[in-house]
C-alpha cells in the first residue's frame, strides 16, 4: 500500500473526510524522519500541491493531532514539530542544531514503567509515555550515534 493509500484509510479510520489535501498532508509527516515544523510540510506538499495555504497545513496537523493520527513534539522556544510515529519511543532533542531524533530503548521504556509501578500514581492508568532529552551536539557535522 502505498502512502497516499495508508493515509487515505488513516483519515477514514478516525472518521475525517480523505480530501487530498489531508492525505498529503499526512503522509509527508508519516514519511519524515525529522519531526517536520507546519513551515516544513508545507513546503514539502506545496510542490504538487500548490494551491494548499500554510494556514491550511496548520490547521489540518492540529486536527490530526486531536484525532491521534500523529503526535506534537515540542522543539526549541517552544515551538511544534509532528511526529508520524504513535507507538512509544522518545526524543533526542539537540537544541544547537535543532534536529530531533527519535530513539528507541527497551531497557530505559523498562525502567521507567518499573519507576512509574514503585511510585504507585493513584487514579492514572498510564497508557504511554515519552522521554524527550535535550544536549548540544558536540560536532555539529557528524551524526550522533547511540549505542
Known sequence: MNTLEFAKQKLTEVGLKATQQRMVILAAVQQS???????????????????ISLGTVYNTLDIFVEKDLIQTVLAKNGLKRYDGRLGNHNHIHCVNTNEILDF????LN????????????????????????QGEKIDEKKNIKIH
Open 33 to 51: 524522519k525529522n519531526h517536520p515544523s507546519p513551515e516544513a510540510v508545507y513546503e514539502k506538499v506545496r510542490v504538487n500541491n500548490p494551491s
Open 110 to 133: 523498562d525502567l521507567v514503567l518499573e519507576f512509574l509501578k514503585r511510585k504507585k500514581i493513584e487514579n492514572l492508568d498510564i497508557r504511554k509515555f515519552s522521554l524527550h532529552i
Open 104 to 107: 528507541e530503548d527497551e531497557e
